[in-house]
């Protein structure tokens, strides 16, 4: 029996596909507690600079299995919080990952597979590939931290408007609406979320983690905390070797070349 998750690797990126074709990569419990799993072990990963998240098969996601929540023999609600606990579980590790994660949408991405693909750092599109957030369609409300992150990426009026009326979104449209960065041919998806997973990967990771989570707490706090914690974080920077060595290059105006162990949590 094939696992649910199949891990790749080239030179420093984690190519994590999920692996339950047959159901559209919907999760049951096997499929999100190995990718919970999967994403634990990469964000402590110090040879792992960068994580692609993409299907195998026809679809990047389906969602969460709703027929396996719906039989569950003690309720739908019991069913969905356990699946619900496992994928906010690797939400978390996604978003506090000091290191890309780049979602390679290469099918319909829908309900949980919309809210994963959210919560990714970039996103790179598929032609064909379809975004639909499905969950109010089937009379249920968003998880997966899409309610934190589809309005900071388009606005509130827009998300709403997407939860109200749960459009079919195609590549153009998400590429217009900025729910992705980039939009590409079917057969070069998970390549072109790769290499941008490799282009960071060769930059300062110590600077790019940083960055990441003050942008992540900065919706929580206030103006005088985040200067603060910005102050605090330039300075780890200038004394971390990655910002000595970028110091050093711009002085002696030259390409800088960062370490190469990964960001571990």
């Not at 559209?24 to 990718?35: D, S, T």
């Not at 960068?50 to 569950?72: H, I, T």
């Not at 739908?76 to 000091?98: C, T």
């Not at 983690?209 to 206030?222: A, E, I, W």
Request: glycine content about 10%; some cysteine; proline content about 4%.
């Amino acid at each position: 029996m094939p696992e649910p998750v199949d891990l790749q690797s080239e030179e420093s990126v984690a190519y994590v596909f999920l692996n339950r074709p047959e159901a559209y990569n919907a999760f049951n419990p096997e499929l999100v507690e190995a990718f919970a799993k999967q994403m634990i072990v990469l964000a402590r990963d110090p040879s792992v600079r960068g994580v692609v998240v993409s299907g195998r098969g026809r679809a990047f996601c389906a969602g969460g299995d709703l027929k396996w929540a719906g039989a569950c023999a003690q309720g739908p609600a019991r069913g969905f919080h356990e699946l619900a606990s496992l994928f906010h579980q690797a939400i978390l590790e996604i978003r506090r990952m000091a290191k890309p994660v780049i979602a390679a949408i290469n099918g319909v991405a829908a309900g949980g597979g919309f809210s994963l693909a959210l919560a990714c750092d970039f996103r790179v599109m598929a032609r064909s590939a379809i975004l639909r957030q499905a969950y109010t369609s089937n009379g249920l409300c968003i998880d997966g931290g899409g309610t934190f992150t589809l309005p900071r990426l388009v606005g509130v009026a827009r998300a709403l408007e997407i939860v109200a009326f749960d459009p079919a979104i195609n590549a153009e449209q998400a590429l217009a609406w900025g729910l992705v960065t980039k939009v590409v041919d079917d057969a070069d998806v998970v390549n072109e979320a790769g290499s941008l997973a490799l282009s960071i990967a060769q930059s300062s990771l110590h600077s790019f983690g940083l960055s990441k989570q003050l942008f992540n707490d900065s919706f929580s706090t206030s103006l005088e905390t985040q200067l603060e914690r910005e102050r605090q974080g330039i300075c780890a920077c200038a004394e971390h070797p990655d910002g000595i060595e970028g110091l050093r290059a711009f002085a002696e105006k030259r390409k800088p070349v960062y370490e190469k162990q990964g960001a571990s949590q």
